[in-house]
């Protein structure tokens, strides 16, 4: 998100605050759109990558095996990951990407009913009758036949919950509570009854909106389409790349009809190969400082043109044009004086996400639910406040290379049987308590236990010979409430109004969603609007 602005100037110093991936792909594209503008980035930790962790274990002495302590996989189909490969291939490092087909079954994915059983989300007829006559179908059938002929609401509103537009839609509460709440889970960790429509089911609430219905509207969407044949395009933001970059157009084109098609994406050595990609690049560039290790505690304006950063180590970076800032609101809130905008920034909670990885060589426990793995909605009783589990060894043996003369399969995955799985936990469910609640991690491998011994059947005495690691991703995905669109509006303009163009706001809170594709075409779309 970035204020009106004019370019900068030549010579110009940039901040960067963080260098997670929002931070690092701010700083390289504006590095290679601008050589000329200095561009320092601050971070506070010792490493790089933000929540992009992808860690290493010892299975036995010399054997390293990655585990995924955050994000794993990309979206196919989102812009952003199309910039994400082509800047892997300009980085010559496209032989790292890997991919999962549609037919593939590590892109299953299982929901756990209030019987504790795990139902299979539908993917063909046979698994939509199991699912609809099953525990978790209640009211889908009915409420989908009924939809093209609900009316939408009483009184225009502004924005609801994301609950409440779904029950609206398909005439109970059942939908959201069996289905939607799990979704809501396996993306924002967050409360369904608390996250907004408008900001994220947007596409649904345009077609309510335009069509009066989602049936309706995806026939009419449906018959348009079919109409007439039409040349695939690319979009706006990936032709603005194309140009400024100075990619071959054709190529990126297909690259992006290719990427569309694909339900997720990897990297060998897991994912945090991107942002180690464009870290060493930007060491590389000498007008680029990366200074980890140091975090930025204030914020502070000069003589009404300069921005200076203030160091917890007592240093004073000064003299920059431009900062831009890819943490959380309630981290930036920290950082500013203004009163006024620092309690618009603390409406923004973000919750905390405790992942529990889990590794045994030599035995596949879950080879009766091959699939990535299943979610936990909230008709659930789900004493263990588990959100869902991820089988990153079905996974990493599910992967194919990207490009035919890559790394090998093999390079992906342990060689024979294992099993590889991430457990999260907690997020919304810990929010009465706050951080204070948080257990110790033996509480955690203990619930995670448990839950698979129940959900799966997998016996206690095979979990206990496996390798355990807890990681508590504290106040790491910000919650998107009710009237965030307006919130955003707002403090943009607050943002204006204190730092003129000489601040701009990147990350998960501040784009089109949290996912690493929308922070990193974010940072692109801000960067060139600077350059
Ligand atoms: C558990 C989990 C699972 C996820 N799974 C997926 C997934 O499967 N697919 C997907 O696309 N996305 C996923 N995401 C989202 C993805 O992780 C984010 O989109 C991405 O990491 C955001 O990057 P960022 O740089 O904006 O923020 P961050 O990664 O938060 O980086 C911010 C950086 O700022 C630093 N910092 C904080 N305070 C200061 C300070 N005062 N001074 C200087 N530096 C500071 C931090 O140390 C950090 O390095 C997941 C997120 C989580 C938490
Ligand atoms: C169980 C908890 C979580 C799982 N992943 C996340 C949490 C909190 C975080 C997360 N997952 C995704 C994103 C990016 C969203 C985006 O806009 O790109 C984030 C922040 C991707 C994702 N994961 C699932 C879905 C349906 C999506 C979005 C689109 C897609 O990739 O298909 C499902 C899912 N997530 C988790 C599990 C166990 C699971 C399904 C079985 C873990």
Redesign the pocket.
């Known amino acids: 998100m970035i204020p009106q602005c004019g370019k900068l100037a030549a010579n110009a110093n940039v901040a960067v605050v963080g260098a997670g991936v929002g931070g690092l792909s701010f700083a390289y594209f504006l590095s290679k759109l601008r050589p000329d503008v200095n561009v320092t980035v601050v971070e506070a930790s010792k490493r790089q990558g933000g929540w992009i962790n992808s860690s290493k274990i010892e299975d036995k002495p010399g054997h390293a095996v990655v585990i995924e302590k955050g994000?794993r996989?990309?979206?196919g189909v989102?812009p952003g990951t199309t910039l994400i490969i082509d800047t892997l291939k300009a980085l010559n490092q496209e032989s790292a990407v890997f991919y999962i087909e549609s037919q593939s079954e590590a892109n299953r994915?299982?929901l756990l009913a209030p019987n504790d059983q795990l139902v299979q989300v539908p993917n063909s007829l046979r698994t939509f009758y199991k699912f609809i006559s099953g525990p978790l179908g209640k009211g889908f059938g009915s409420g989908l036949l009924g939809e093209a002929f609900r009316k939408g609401p009483v009184n225009k509103i502004s924005d609801e919950s994301a609950h409440n537009f779904i029950s609206r839609r398909f005439g109970n509460e059942y939908v959201s509570n069996n289905i939607f709440s799990?979704?809501f889970?396996?993306?924002?960790?967050g409360d369904i009854k608390k996250i907004s429509a408008k900001k994220t089911l947007g596409t649904m609430v345009e077609l309510e909106q335009k069509q009066g219905s989602l049936i309706r509207g995806m026939i009419k969407k449906y018959m348009s389409k079919s109409d007439g044949v039409s040349e695939p395009q690319l979009p706006d933001s990936l032709k603005e790349y194309g140009n400024l970059m100075g990619r071959d157009m054709p190529d990126l084109m297909k690259l992006h009809s290719t990427l569309k098609k694909l339900?997720?994406l990897g990297l060998q050595n897991g994912l945090e190969t991107f942002p180690e990609s464009l870290a060493i690049a930007l060491g590389q560039m000498s007008n680029v400082k990366i200074l980890s290790g140091d975090a930025s505690s204030r914020l502070s304006m000069s003589d009404g043109s300069k921005a200076e950063i203030h160091l917890e180590s007592g240093r004073k970076l000064a003299n920059f044009d431009h900062i831009r800032l890819t943490n959380t609101p309630g981290v930036i809130s920290k950082m500013i004086q203004n009163k006024d905008l620092i309690r618009q920034l603390q409406k923004v909670h973000s919750?905390t996400?405790v992942l529990v990885n889990f590794y045994l060589a030599g035995e596949d426990l879950v080879d009766t639910y091959h699939?990535?793995?299943?979610?936990?909605p909230q008709s659930n009783r789900n004493e263990e406040r588990l959100?869902?589990?991820?089988f990153d060894s079905v996974i990493e043996q599910n992967f194919k290379p990207f490009v035919k003369s890559g790394v090998p399969h093999a390079a992906v995955r342990q060689k024979g049987k294992y099993t590889k799985l991430?457990a999260?936990l907690e997020?919304h469910y810990l929010n009465e308590e706050g951080l204070a609640g948080l257990k110790e991690d033996s509480f955690y491998v203990g619930s995670v236990k448990r839950a698979l011994s129940r959900h799966m059947g997998i016996p206690e005495e095979a979990l206990n010979r496996g390798i355990w690691q807890v990681t508590p991703a504290k106040e790491c995905?910000p919650q998107f409430f009710v009237g965030y669109d307006d919130w955003l509006a707002q403090l943009s303009k607050r943002f204006v109004e204190n730092y003129g163009s000489h601040v701009s706001l990147g990350g998960?809170a501040f784009g089109k969603?949290?996912?690493?594709?929308?922070v990193v075409m974010d940072g692109f779309e801000d960067a060139a609007k600077l350059a």
């Open positions: 994000p996989t990309l979206r989102a994915k299982f799990a979704l889970h396996g993306i924002y960790a339900p997720m919750n996400v699939s990535f793995g299943y979610l936990v959100l869902g589990v991820i991430t999260m997020g995905l998960m969603g949290p996912g690493v594709p929308d």
